[in-house]
Antibody, heavy 119, light 110 residues
Framework: QVQLQESGPGLVRPSQTLSLTCTVSAGSISSGTYYWTWIRQPAGKGLEWIGRIYTSGSTTYNPSLKSRVTISTDTSKNQFSLKLNSVTAADTAVYYC???????????WGQGTLVTVSS | QSALTQPASVSGSPGQSITISCTGSGSDVGGYNYVSWYQQHPGKAPKLMIYEVTNRPSGVSNRFSGSKSGNTASLTISGLQAEDEADYYCSSYTTISTLGFGGGTKVTVL
């Protein structure tokens, strides 16, 4: 069973860049028809899809975040990453990395990591 | 503001059946059979319960079932159990190749 684990700073200053990495185990990010995905959830609120990347490098982003988001892969490390720039307090949330199918069914989730944007 | 509309809360007694609705538009729920449902217990990651409107992943109880009519999808939990108390989210593929989520429904077992 594939497992995903997020890592990165838990505190980011306003206007800086949030950077997270997801390490995938028991499965290769280079194989299969899966999409490697980021989702976030502010405390006490609902889920928000951030975007996804395919093994080919093709990306799709949430239009509301598209101007600030970059998702990339490092196949040599079996990892994929999220960068969100120009962050504000509104970006404070638990960030989940996940493996999804072609039509966005989120099959496997990481445990989530809390990122707080504060000075 | 969520793309899909869910009731904030639904409750039921043990053994009863409850249904959670998820209303979208022809650009998402109504246009595609790619609606999923997730269960989230406090402090935990969500878990896929239903995909492609009606399909259950391996290991998910058959007490959970999904359906769709027009722009509204539904999740039904039959034989409600204490362990079913959680937040439930729907999601749908959209016409612009993105994913929309509902605002979530808190299920309370009385």
């Amino acid at each position: 069973q594939v497992q995903l684990q997020e890592s990165g700073p838990g505190l980011v200053r306003p206007s800086q860049t949030l950077s997270l990495t997801c390490t995938v185990s028991a499965g290769s990010i280079s194989s299969g028809t899966y999409y490697w995905t980021w989702i976030r959830q502010p405390a006490g609120k609902g889920l928000e899809w951030i975007g996804r990347i395919y093994t080919s490098g093709s990306t799709t982003y949430n239009p509301s975040l598209k101007s600030r988001v970059t998702i990339s892969t490092d196949t040599s490390k079996n990892q994929f990453s999220l960068k969100l720039n120009s962050v504000t307090a509104a970006d404070t949330a638990v960030y989940y990395c996940a493996r999804a199918g072609l039509y966005y069914d989120i099959l496997n989730w990481g445990q989530g990591t809390l990122v707080t944007v504060s000075s | 503001q969520s793309a899909l509309t869910q009731p904030a809360s639904v409750s039921g007694s043990p053994g009863q059946s409850i249904t959670i609705s998820c209303t979208g538009s022809g650009s998402d729920v109504g246009g595609y059979n790619y609606v999923s449902w997730y269960q989230q217990h406090p402090g935990k990651a969500p878990k896929l319960m239903i995909y492609e409107v009606t399909n259950r992943p391996s290991g998910v109880s058959n007490r959970f079932s999904g359906s769709k009519s027009g722009n509204t999808a539904s999740l039904t939990i039959s034989g409600l159990q204490a362990e079913d108390e959680a937040d439930y989210y729907c999601s749908s593929y959209t016409t612009i190749s993105t994913l929309g989520f509902g605002g979530g429904t808190k299920v309370t077992v009385l």
